[in-house]
T-cell receptor
């Protein structure tokens, strides 16, 4: 079945530690996205990529980094510079970028700072 | 400032009790409005896309409608399995997608 796989489902980070969230898709989509979801707020865009080897900052990119070396993969690193990283992180993809078509989401990674 | 709001924040219905969820938006040019369903601890699942005022889409017990300032998600005779958070998202004229905070729906047997 085609879809988006995020791993791990749960992740715990110590203070000052960098962690990487994995996102893989087999939908052959060009565009991929990372969102952060906090209670009572809409999804907020962290980074997006429209094509391999290219990515753009979203609304809340500070403290995060990404890479897009393969079409299928778009990992997100939460660095120690992100002061409040506890949240639910969602990876998504779409056939074309810019919201022209609907997005397909992974099952999310819940990150907790311990 | 572009903004998407949803109301109510939470809704409890008895099984079979029809109701509507609202998504209001203030954006610079609507290019499309999306509805998603999100189950607890899961990623959102696409339901509908609406493009212009007057458009309607239906799927089982759900019907989405669009006006120039808001969209409604009507739920007819809901069942417990319809319990979820419903998100709307708006695509603006400069191709930015803005999500609302969602409405948490609980359908009680």
């Amino acid at each position: 079945d085609g879809g988006i796989t995020q791993s791990p489902k749960y992740l715990f980070r110590k203070e000052g530690q960098n962690v990487t969230l994995s996102c893989e898709q087999n939908l052959n989509h060009d565009a991929m996205y990372w969102y952060r979801q906090d209670p009572g707020q809409g999804l907020r865009l962290i980074y997006y990529s429209q094509i391999v080897n290219d990515f753009q900052k979203g609304d809340i990119a500070e403290g995060y980094s990404v890479s897009r070396e393969k079409k299928e993969s778009f990992p997100l690193t939460v660095t120690s510079a992100q002061k409040n990283p506890t949240a639910f992180y969602l990876c998504a993809s779409s056939i074309v970028p810019g919201g022209k078509t609907e997005a397909f989401f992974g099952q999310g990674t819940r990150l907790t700072v311990v | 400032e572009d903004q998407v709001t949803q109301s109510p924040e939470a809704l409890r219905l008895q099984e079979g009790e029809s109701s509507s969820l609202n998504c209001s938006y203030t954006v610079s040019g609507l290019r499309g409005l999306f509805w998603y369903r999100q189950d607890p601890g899961k990623g959102p699942e696409f339901l509908f896309t609406l493009y212009s005022a007057g458009e309607e889409k239906e799927k089982e017990r759900l019907k989405a409608t669009l006006t120039k300032k808001e969209s409604f998600l009507h739920i007819t005779a809901p069942k417990p399995e319809d319990s979820a958070t419903y998100l709307c998202a708006v695509r603006t004229s400069y191709d930015k997608v803005i999500f609302g905070p969602g409405t948490s729906l609980s359908v009680i047997p």
